[in-house]
């Protein structure tokens, strides 16, 4: 088979014999060498017969007017309005939703929105600061709860998970994919009615709900960035005698980290909108907390929730608010966006080199 | 001292062998070739002498496998311990991306963990650049990405970073076959003088290459698809390619199969 098939080989047999042969004595390869101008003489040959045959043998037909063109075409462009289309159709309501959020949410747009809390506030005035730094504490925790766990279980996954164990974790981190948000609430509820007695609510609980929801999106994300790393590299790495855990630490997170940078804002991105299970572990006040272990917390979610559904006397300042505390959610995943992607071109390898490329 | 001795070596992907009963020994400071068809398992036998056979889930072997009298497959022996000991240089070249010429060469202490002082390291970047006849052409720009080489160069860079841990041995897997004629020319080059302080094991589908680089020659083949590889013929060069014992070595070698 590999007779015909290597013909590049055999080219450069046949170029190669053209140069000089520095580490050869001639009395070594006189034998050789007539095997070799017939492997290359063998090739040759068959080469231009073969180039022969193909137009001779077949018959191709003419290029013009053979085929109805237009038919064609009209696919293509019919194919290609549709795509357009399904993308437009998907942007439109986006578009709606930002600008309804953007121009209700300028009424409070204001600093007191971002320097307030609603401690005491009746009708108009008040803000959002407690529950903008709730929303920050309770991120920020879950983060701190996910990120280690989610990408210790994808390094397991991806650099020692074999057989059983492995296709387990990958079913239940599948499944976890999967819990509605209010069932991780109730979790976290029970659990800590049973830890600390019933009713308790806190930040750190509502963290804790909320890495229910993060990890596996973590993990599954971490894990496909992970299986992107060439096996070139791993075996480069070890093969030059480095121990796994430095491979894994030197070498393949440092060479995902860009992509791992995304999995975590994927993750951050399911959880910052959630409402019900917060709603039910976190509580929801109407001044700040600073501690994250005691107490109720506002966060910016529940925030909105609590202003729509619990209005005073003047309704249109708490559905104000509401838009406000939207339109910042909004605002707080973008940034956390740009960071992370600004963070991801930083520290990714070649980083350098693209930078002065560009 | 850091001759390589092989004896009744298997090595199997799971239920499949690949490789059955094969014994030679290679000699020190000289340039055996492993040649033979596509699928003989040259490649899992040159993995298996740096035991990178075994990071391959389901991998297996049995049999003995010594450097300089020491089992490179004893109980006590840490596989990590055995790649220092015995480099390799992969088919296709496969420099860190994102890292430096310099850092390249230097990845192989630096990922141990090692300090080296500046002077020190620029030193064993020069020598190691040197002894893979690269230091010439980048010796300018020892700052830049390592992946902005040519293909012969990204090759010779492997092999300086294989070098720059000082290995017994230096095993290569087809090292040429991605590269153009003048490419391979630098490298078979490089390995006239790399035989002088190392061990070198090569495996190569180019006969001529065989012919000029190596002192001596292994003739791998199967009996069939999916049948395990065997070493059929072993001996000097000059043997094994003008006066081959076996009719199948003599027909591989002239091109009539594999
Ligand atoms: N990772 C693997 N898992 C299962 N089987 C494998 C694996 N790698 C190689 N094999 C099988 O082992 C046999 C020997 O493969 P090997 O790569 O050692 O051959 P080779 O002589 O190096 O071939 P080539 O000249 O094409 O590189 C082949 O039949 C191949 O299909
Ligand atoms: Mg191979």
Redesign the pocket.
Known sequence: MSTQAPAPDQMSLSTSALLPTPAAAPDQTSAPAFAFAQVAMSASSHVPAHAAASPGGRVFPALTGARPAWRRRFANRFAAIVAAAGCLAALIPLGFLLAAVVSRGAARFDLAFITQTMRGVIGAGGGALHAIVGTVFITAATICFSVPLGLAAAIYLVEYGRGKLARTVTFLVDVMTGIPSIVAGLFAYALLSLLLGPGVRSGLAGALALSLLMTPVVIRASEEMLRLVPDDLREAACALGVGKHRVITQVILPTALSGLVSAVMLGVARIVGETAPLLLVAGFTDSMNLNLADGRMATLPVYIYSQWQNKGLDAAAYDNRAWTAALLLIGFVLILNLLARLAGRLFAPGAKRHARAS | MSELAITGFS?S??S?R??ADVGLTIAARAVTA?I????????????SINRLHET?P??TVSGTVTLGGEDLYGRAVDPVEVRRRVGMVF?RPNPFPGLSIRDNVLAGVKLRRHRLAKAAADNLVEVSLRAANLWDEVKDRLGKSGTSLSGGQQQRLCIARAIAVEPAVLLM??PCSALDPLSTLAIEDLMASLRQDYTVVI?T?NMQQAARISDATAF?S?DG??Q??RLIEYGPTTTIFSRPAEQATADYIAGRFG
């Open positions: 090595a992907y799971g499949f690949a490789v492993f033979g068809p596509s699928g003989c398992g040259k490649s899992t036998l040159l993995r391959v389901g991998a088919q897997d087809e495996v589908h791998f199967t698809p999916r395990p590889g």
